[in-house]
């Protein structure tokens, strides 16, 4: 008997996506470089389905039906590019690599291209869904050619989550594009933990809230429009007590964020693109600030106002709304970055799709990507979700209480970057004018740079050094 698919790599995500297929009742190869491992899995999950165990590259390159699909799950970076080195040379023509890694999307098409000139496909694919999420349905996202999805997909589809019975799979694009777009998703992961955090923060410094009764303000609103995976993980860790101390759980963690790279490369590459992406932006520069141990010690006893707890009834409202306000943004940010990407590199990205196999399976599942997916089949163009008809009226009942909140958080000294730039980047769009005229004169000024006019064709330079009439043409 030949397996379906394989897999090599059996750390905990390949493993249970392993398992994920067998159960399915596809039968799986596994691989690991260290045979022990896909020992442990055969005895331990064998009973789960058929299960191919190899020792080596050759037998398990062997054991695959034609044309073969290989899933590889080891870490991105120098290792798969090992992995892909050691087995692309046992492969021929029409097989499929397909890497579930958290790789950067630039690798992914580094790879693709050079597999591609030897006839096989490499199919960069997003994984998102943590362990659980890889044994019982993750959301998937699969570059690569359309013609390795017609071999993969319906495999993929088969494993992944569904909502209201549709899979959490599709193709998102060529060659990178699955890769990109599951970069953005974790920068969106990244922007939603950190204004959660926020949240959280101001209900304690604000509102003089414990944790366990924070876990349950959020379990109240895990039940409204912010329902979701994130709020709901939230409350647990709010509510959970450290067993060696006594204490919640969250006083006794080390508060220094870390981070493994995607959210990094979000950012680094929306810059490269030119797309503003503040929210995710701070949320990445929170992680970091708080890392910086030595600095923090350092301004430790810098002069602030005195905390006091200040906020009366209604707050835990507000807050709600900022947060829900906030999170518009961070999505309308993300999604525009995946507008621009797809513009880049050719990639034909369909954005009501992607918000579709987000809605079940990821990290960032949540009630509100329903309305997302609703937004781009009502306006598959839109510039933004911002002008959306259900999210404009939302934010604009929401923003009173966002400046309120933002306002008390500057007041009271509690840092809040992702509640702060989502408002900014509200009000920068809905602006009239932007100061950004103040900043071209500047410019023109000290290096001549020019400037356009409002009311006319063509570019402007005032001799600002002379007798400050303009030229132009
Ligand atoms: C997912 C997660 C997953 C992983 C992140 C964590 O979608 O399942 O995003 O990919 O948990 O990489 O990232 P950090 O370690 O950078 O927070």
């Known amino acids: 008997q030949k397996a379906r698919i394989g897999v090599t790599g059996l750390a905990v995500m390949g493993r249970n996506l392993a398992r994920n297929l067998a159960r399915h009742g596809h039968p799986v190869a596994v691989h690991n470089r260290t045979s022990a491992r896909t020992k442990a899995l055969v005895e331990e999950f064998g009973g789960e389905g058929t299960f191919l165990p190899a020792e080596t590259p050759e037998r398990f390159v062997e054991s695959l039906e034609r044309p073969r699909r290989l899933v590889v799950m080891v870490k991105a970076g120098g290792p798969t590019d090992a992995v892909i080195d050691e087995f692309a040379p046992l492969l021929e023509p029409g097989d499929m690599i397909v890497d579930g890694g958290n790789a950067n999307f630039a690798d992914t098409r580094r790879r693709e291209a050079a597999l591609r000139e030897r006839g096989i496909h490499f199919v960069g694919t997003g994984v998102s869904g943590g362990e659980e999420g890889a044994l019982l349905g993750p959301s998937i996202m699969p570059g690569g050619s359309a013609e390795s999805y017609e071999a993969l997909g319906p495999l993929l589809e088969d494993i992944s989550a569904k909502v209201d019975g549709t899979p959490c799979c599709v193709h998102v694009g060529p060659d990178g594009a699955g890769h990109f777009v599951k970069m953005v998703h974790n920068g969106i992961e990244y922007a939603d933990m950190q204004l959660i955090a926020e949240a959280y923060d101001l209900l ?27 709020i709901e993980i939230t409350a647990e860790v709010l509510a959970h007590t450290d067993a060696s101390t006594g204490k919640p759980f969250v006083d006794v963690v080390l508060d220094q964020a870390e981070q493994k790279g995607t959210g990094r490369w979000t950012v680094q590459t929306a810059l490269d693109l030119g797309v503003p992406v503040g929210g995710i932006a701070e949320a990445v520069f929170a992680r970091s600030v708080s890392g910086h141990a030595a600095l923090r010690e350092a301004a430790r006893g810098l002069p602030g106002p005195s905390r006091t707890v200040m906020a009366g009834s209604g707050f835990a409202d507000a807050v709600e709304k900022a947060l829900y306000a906030s999170k518009i943004v961070a999505y309308a940010q993300g999604f525009h970055e995946i507008q621009a990407g797809s513009a880049e590199y050719g990639w034909n990205i369909d954005l009501g799709a992607m918000a579709t196999i987000w809605r079940g ?43 309120e909140v933002v306002a ?66």
């Open 408 to 473: 008390a958080a500057a007041r009271i000294g509690v840092p809040a970057p992702g509640f702060s730039t989502a408002l900014a980047y509200y009000d920068s769009l809905r602006a009239d004018r932007l100061p950004a005229a103040l900043t071209q004169g500047q410019r023109d000024f000290f290096g001549a740079h020019t400037y356009r006019r409002t009311d006319r064709d063509g570019s402007f330079h005032t001799l600002w050094g002379g007798d400050r009439t303009e030229a132009g043409a």
């Open 361 to 403: 399976g990821c990290i960032i599942r949540a009630r509100f990507l329903d309305r997302i997916r609703a937004a781009y089949e009502a306006d598959p163009e839109t510039p933004t979700l911002l002008t959306d008809d259900h999210f404009a009226e939302a934010v604009g009942d929401a923003q009173g209480a966002w400046r």
């Open 204 to 230: 304690r410094h604000a509102a003089g809230l414990a944790p366990a009764e924070i876990a349950e303000v959020f379990r109240t609103w895990n039940t409204g429009r912010l329902e979701s995976y994130l």
